[in-house]
């Protein structure tokens, strides 16, 4: 697959002297928090919705709908991996087995992009959403630095304490926002008697052009499904769990905003101000409907799930920068492991600073939180988009090498690809305003930098990346021993269990 001479330097340790990280720590319940955190589904609930309506009005659920299933087939040649290997940083890794480790290098490279943004875009929601539970206490003038600071230095402190403390406290916060929220759609649904929206179930007034946009944004709206294999090598039976909180966290949040999305424009129908001019949709929905009580537990239940959010892309960012620092891209010093709390301590540190920096700047540059909030889920659209392109091409080359590919796989990738299209085409077309119309360029320039530096480190150290890849194969043959370890405690303990068997992978 490569050609680098075989006078490769060899990996900066072997599998057995590498720091490590705690192992068979999450179960699937955190797994499936991980991604359901940040997918963050209160996000779209809260500010997202109202967008989608835009484009898509009536259509706005059937919009959801479809980008859930679009998405699928992503998932679906992603868990091609999943079921055959598990490591930290997983898709990284992941990439690297398909296309060779010069791609999964950049595809690493760019969901550290992702993450980042996504964890400010968190930053911001929680400042909006910490402002407005404040006003409602009739305190005022509180500065964002404050919320960004709060929410950023805690969330690190909590990631570097133990990544089992990191999902309880996700899966909590996520699912008592989630609770709230689905508390004030019972009582849209239920206030007048149970009737059914059929100028909804009619999609009346919608167009295909609409649609059309409305699905990209709904499709930015469910991107994060796959931050649970980046904790892939602190999971406990990742062969099972991984793959199933990967799927299941779209399911569940695809399913969640197909029905929130319904609410909303029903509930909205007849209000003053359409669905699509409102900031904070829920906000005037609980006035409407005589429930002001619930603006309090809402605010509440956002703030909580957009710290769950910055929290949940520093763990999975941090989970990407700790192999890429074992195999010489980043620096070596992001590798290392609290002996303690068995956590990237090192890269918890450096990627929430940059976080924080990043986010001080850009307000400081005169963004408020919710041009912020916006902007940040835009460029990191982007590199979703290239990491979900590259993980669709490398199953069926994956499997091929391993001599198990079939015709479904490359129809499940054929669909990704052509699915994956549509937003890529929707965020060119047609033009979006200045600034955001310079934003494709700035991505193109980080990837650019990655390109480059990969460029130097080769040039530097012939044979760098076929280090890399005898590096992955290393760690996957420990990752399958490990796997294959935890599968017989388990069957010891509770008898033997129907699910996927573990055998290494065959090198390349």
Sequence with gaps: MLTERSTAPAPRSDVSG?????????????????????ISPTMTAVLIIPLAFLDAGQGTWAAYLFGTIMLLFVV????QFARRSASAGSMYAYTARGLGPAAGLLSGWTLLWSYLFIAIAGLSGFSIFSSQLLSTLGVHGVSPFIFFAIS???????????????SLLTLLFEGLS?????????????????SLDTAQLQLKGVSLRGMDFAIVICIFSLVGFESATALGGEAKRPLRNVPRAVIWSLLITGAFMVFMSYVEVFATRHSAASLGSLATPLSTIAAAYKVSFFKVPVCLGAMVSFFSLTLSCLNAGTRIMFPMGEHGFLHNRLRRVHAKNMTPHVAIAVYGVIIL????????SGWTALTIFDDAGTLAAFGFLLAYFTITVAAPVYLRRLGELRPRHVLIAVAGFACLLVPTVGSFYPAPPWPIDLFPYIFLGYMLVGGAWLWVISRRQPGTLLAIERALERSLEASAHEIALDEEQQHRHHGPERGPQVSPAPAS
Excluded: E, Y
């Design 18 to 38: 590498s720091p490590r990280l705690r192992p068979h720590a999450l179960g699937f319940p955190p797994l499936l928090a991980q991604s359901v955190a940040a």
């Design 76 to 79: 679906l040649g992603l868990n």
């Design 152 to 166: 950023g230095i805690v969330c690190m402190t909590i990631a570097w304490k133990d990544i089992r403390l990191s």
């Design 178 to 194: 989630v609770a709230c929220i689905l508390g004030l759609a019972a009582v849209v649904i239920f206030k007048h008697g149970v």
């Design 357 to 364: 920096v990043v986010a001080f700047i850009l307000h400081a």
